[in-house]
């Protein structure tokens, strides 16, 4: 085990937190801020303190919806100086489509067409924002696409104008000659009583309609699986499998609730132990090499003080768990239980990756007797003690 579980940018760590994650006041629906607001260029200090690899921003985190021109440029050039002082990047850049009372009735899928037009000017000048910072990735997460009732409009409408703007948006980043990636990120429900696109799923099949799909992916964040008690982990896998994860929001969640944003690791560890050892690729495959995105707030009970020890837990816990992931796949016992599932010494498995008739002809001649094949436990539970030893810090 190692000594310490600092993160540190310089030996790898591409850790990544919003300008809203840590600069979240503690206020709510029922109660205002409950510590003092921390300026951007004083987040970046702050990041870079505790070991933060870069900062991510919507538009207005950055710049107040109604600032003039002149008042933009000295805040991103004090926000840059800030960057440049502390060695911080920005990998990301959003929009906010959804604080606004003008997108009370939804951003790209508004009935109205020139909400939807001043939705799309508004995310021009937000992904603008994010070139001239350097981010590569410009997530949309659509907090206002959605309804309280159906009785507003047709789905097939909502859908048929998100796919419009999404289109349009990919056409104008090409003109201007960027290579950008495009993150879109579902949330089944909040603010709005059912939002478009509710989970990543979705999302995955929306994006293969889209004119670029090939800049388009997904942002899925832990919370918004949760939610409505789905698997974060089937969500990335399926994202990676089809090479649509582009970024990803980490953070914590009790299934059933509303959106918690709780600090990585502390809900769900399990959850959070097979979400890092996806990410990591020690159970197989390619790591996914995007940067490691905290989408979380720190307790309301918390003070500044609370709120840099929320940063320095996620990062940890990210660090502790990728280490117990890595002992678990090197685990012999663990090995052996998943090779006597996964074992093939007839060469059946190939068969079934393409149909061809000598492939029809084997299936066919195949002794498959379901009595004996159904006779044989898995020893999962076996296998999922020894991931639980693991992660509670008992083996290894
Ligand atoms: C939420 C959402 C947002 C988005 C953010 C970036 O929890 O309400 O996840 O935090 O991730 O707006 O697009
Ligand atoms: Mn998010
Ligand atoms: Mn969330």
């Given amino acids: 085990m190692s ?19 840590v600069g979240n006041p503690g206020a709510d629906p029922f109660g205002p801020r409950t510590r003092p607001r921390i300026s951007p260029p004083e987040i970046v200090e702050g990041l870079a303190k505790a070991g933060a690899w870069g900062v991510n921003l919507h538009d207005n985190d950055l710049i107040p919806f109604d600032a003039s021109p002149t008042e933009r440029d000295v805040l991103v050039k004090e926000f840059q100086q800030a960057l440049d ?15 606004h009372p003008v997108f009370r009735d939804g951003a790209f899928t508004a009935s109205d067409p020139k909400v939807r037009a001043f939705a799309t000017r508004k995310a021009m000048r937000g992904i603008e ?9 410009v997530v949309f997460w659509g907090g206002r696409e959605g309804v309280e009732t159906d009785a507003a409009r047709d789905s097939r409408d909502a859908i048929k104008w998100y796919r419009e703007c999404m289109n349009f948006l990919c056409g104008w980043v090409k003109d201007q000659g ?7 990120e579902a949330k089944p429900n909040e603010p709005r009583g059912d939002i478009y696109l509710a989970t990543t799923g979705h999302m995955l ?21 949760n939610m409505p008690g789905l698997s974060m982990v089937h969500a990335v896998g399926q994202a990676m499998e089809a090479e649509k994860l582009f970024h990803i929001d980490l953070n914590a969640q009790r ?13 769900d560890l399990k959850g959070a132990f ?16 995007g940067p490691r995105h905290f989408d979380a707030h720190a307790y309301r009970t918390e003070d500044l003080e609370g709120v840099w020890d929320f940063a320095v837990g996620c990062m940890r816990s990210y660090k502790i768990l990728a280490e117990r992931a890595q002992e678990f796949d090197a685990d012999a016992e663990v090995h052996e239980i998943l090779e006597a599932n996964h074992a093939d010494p007839e060469g059946i498995g190939p068969l079934l990756a393409g149909f061809s008739s000598s492939n029809l002809e084997a299936i066919e001649q195949l ?4 009595d004996i094949l159904a006779a044989a436990g898995h020893r999962y539970e076996r296998l999922d003690q020894l991931a639980m030893e693991h992660l509670m810090g008992a083996r290894g």
């Avoid at 929306?206 to 670029?212: G, K, P, S, V």
């Fill in 178 to 184: 960027w290579e950008l990636k495009f993150a879109l």
């Fill in 85 to 99: 002082d502390h060695g911080l990047v920005v990998p990301m850049a959003t929009t906010n489509l959804f604080s």
């Fill in 274 to 289: 097979f979400l890092v050892r996806m990410l990591e690729g020690t159970g197989g495959y390619s790591a996914y090499t």
């Fill in 3 to 21: 000594e310490s579980f600092t993160p540190n940018p310089a030996e790898g760590d591409r850790f990544t937190f919003g300008l809203w994650t």
């Fill in 129 to 137: 924002l994010g070139v001239e910072l350097g981010a590569e990735t």
């Fill in 367 to 370: 002794s498959l007797d379901p």
């Fill in 255 to 267: 299934i059933g609730r509303y959106d918690q944003d709780l600090r990585f690791g502390s809900e």
């Fill in 205 to 225: 099949h929306f994006i293969e309609t889209l004119a670029h799909s090939e800049m388009c992916g997904v942002n899925p964040e832990v919370a918004h699986e």
